[in-house]
């Protein structure tokens, strides 16, 4: 089992930026399925975007198209989620979590067999 540790969370304005990090350990996830989950208190678990084996397949929920980017660097074993020009609907605690091989039905968390502890991104209103 890999583990996974996200970085990079923090506090900004409206319409600010923030890089998140998930390091994995313990295993590659270059042949894996990646994705980005966030929940806010009293709401579902939300796929927000996912990288493909390769890395240069992604998918983003609608709200977060032209704003966020998955990417992920192989040498370092690392998934990163930039994200701009952020709004308070963003707030939320983002989960990177990990499929075995190629991602199948990238937004349902049951697809999903690692997760990470989360990290708290805030964006107040």
């Known amino acids: 089992q890999v583990q996974l540790v996200e970085s990079g969370g923090g506090s900004v304005q409206i319409g600010g930026s923030l890089k998140l990090s998930c390091a994995a350990s313990g295993s590659t996830i270059s042949h894996d399925c990646m994705g980005w989950f966030r929940q806010s208190p009293g709401k579902e678990r939300e796929g927000v975007a996912a990288?493909?084996?390769?890395?240069?397949?992604?998918i983003y929920t609608d709200s977060v198209k032209g704003r966020f980017t998955v990417s992920r660097d192989n040498a370092k074993n690392t998934v990163y989620l930039q994200m701009d020009n952020l709004k308070p609907e963003d707030t939320a605690m983002y989960y990177c979590?990990?499929?075995?091989?190629?991602?199948?039905?990238?937004?349902?968390?049951?697809?999903?067999?690692?997760w990470g502890q989360g990290t708290q991104v805030t964006v107040p209103s």
């Open positions: 979590a990990r499929q075995l091989g190629a991602c199948r039905r990238w937004a349902d968390p049951q697809q999903y067999r690692d």
């Open positions: 990288t493909n084996v390769g890395g240069l397949s992604t």
